[in-house]
């Protein structure tokens, strides 16, 4: 992968226009454009202005994860806010740099912090379709009703799940999506509960 192409990665993963990265980055519509084309490299100003908005320039210009305990992982799987979404890889494609109070107000224990992408509408108003959502991947049981990242009969989902009477029901926030309930517990692998998002622009 090149670096123009690991640009066009994060501005996508950020689901961003290349008009609105370039405001980002602060830079011209058609500096980015090339960047991303691979006819020209960013110089230090936009690299400056990129870090600055927790993008890591390391992998940017090497490929190469410069993982400080402030960094989480971003990873390719989309979550589902709506239908079922099947898992297909699970490699890192990004990091973020996170302030260091994030991670106390949120109360993620830093190595356990990953990203996930949601897709759908289906979490509205708390996830909208292309946020990254930070998991706390210590939780991996349902431990009291909350919103979990979970894997179900193959399927990559993110609900608020609650306990109703023995049940266990998967609720989506937005009101047009009915809830379903979790008809076989040992199909169930909770990947994460969903402490903080970050919104795609």
Same mark, same amino acid.
């Given at each position: ?5 690991r ?6 993963n ?40 927790g ?17 989480i ?8 806010a ?12 990004s ?12 109360? !993620?224990? %830093?190595?356990?912090? =990953? $990203?996930? #992408?949601?897709?759908?509408? @289906? ?7 292309? /946020? ?12 009291n ?12 989902? !993110?609900k %608020?799940?609650?306990? =109703? $009477?023995d #049940?266990?029901?998967?609720? @989506? ?7 379903? /309930? ?20």
């Amino acid at each position: 992968m090149t670096v123009g192409e690991r640009l066009k990665k994060i501005r996508e993963n950020l689901g961003l226009s290349q008009s609105n990265m370039a405001i980002l980055a602060k830079c011209h519509k058609k500096s980015w454009e090339g960047y991303e084309a691979g006819n020209s490299l960013p110089g230090g100003e936009v690299l400056s202005n990129l870090a600055q908005s927790g993008i890591d320039i390391n992998w940017v210009l090497t490929g190469q994860i410069n993982k400080t305990e402030n960094t989480i992982n971003i990873y390719d799987v989309e979550f589902s806010a709506g239908c079922g979404s099947i898992i297909s890889q699970e490699n890192i494609i990004s990091t973020l740099v996170l302030p260091e109070d994030f991670f106390d107000i949120y109360g !993620i224990p %830093k190595k356990f912090a =990953a $990203g996930v #992408k949601v897709r759908g509408d @289906s979490m509205q108003p708390r996830l909208y379709d292309k /946020d990254i959502a930070v998991l706390d991947m210590s939780v991996r049981q349902f431990v009291n009703d909350g919103m979990y990242a979970f894997e179900y009969d193959g399927s990559c989902f !993110i609900k %608020k799940l609650q306990l =109703a $009477g023995d #049940k266990l029901k998967a609720i @989506s926030l937005n009101a047009e999506y009915a809830p379903w /309930d979790i008809e076989q517990e040992e199909l169930l692998h909770i990947v994460g509960q969903v402490k903080a998002a970050i919104c795609k622009a």
